[in-house]
């Protein structure tokens, strides 16, 4: 590994061995992207974390909230203030399930059904943007490793 002690910031601070971690290019790339999202997101004011939670319960109507939390990734206390949110901006209607009173039922609700399509088109065009440096074969290669390194954990 590249110690990378000659490599500077665009400040010109001295990075040393950063710029060779793979940790720290991600964690550079993770808030390049965290910024231009909630930049394209706008009014809408969504995390990259409630896009996701809606997007799968629109995909899963009924889903349980562990069950979300198993699919995404995250953990109880996360999920559970996450939907806290969406619920507080009518986003997400939490029910009984039928089969486990102690369970909550996780849908959209009317406003989030119709919301979901306008974040979905912004998400499609902060991808294009964030993506507009590589070729399509190179994106899906980039998230294939990611997800690599994911399962690794």
């Known amino acids: 590994m590249d110690n990378g002690s000659d490599k500077r910031s665009e400040n010109g601070v ?16 993770q808030v390049a992207v965290f910024q231009h999202f ?15 939670v809606l997007h ?7 889903l349980s909230q562990t069950q979300l939390g198993n699919a995404l990734g995250i953990d109880r206390s996360t999920v559970v203030a996450v939907l806290d949110r969406l619920e507080s901006r009518r986003l997400v209607v939490r029910h009984s399930a039928p089969n486990d009173r102690r369970s909550h039922a996780l849908r959209l609700s009317a406003e989030g059904a119709a919301l979901l399509p306008k974040l979905e088109e912004l998400v499609r065009s902060h991808e294009r943007h964030i993506g507009r440096s ?6 899906r ?8 390194i994911a399962r690794a954990g």
Request: net charge negative; proline share 4%.
């Open 14 to 29: 001295a990075l040393g061995m950063l710029t060779g971690l793979l940790g720290y290019s991600l964690r550079r790339a």
């Open 38 to 52: 909630s930049e394209a997101m706008g009014a809408a004011d969504i995390t990259p974390g409630q896009f996701g």
């Open 56 to 62: 799968v319960i629109n995909a899963n109507p009924g």
């Open 134 to 139: 590589l070729r399509a074969e190179d994106q």
């Open 141 to 148: 290669t980039l998230i294939a490793w990611l997800d690599r």
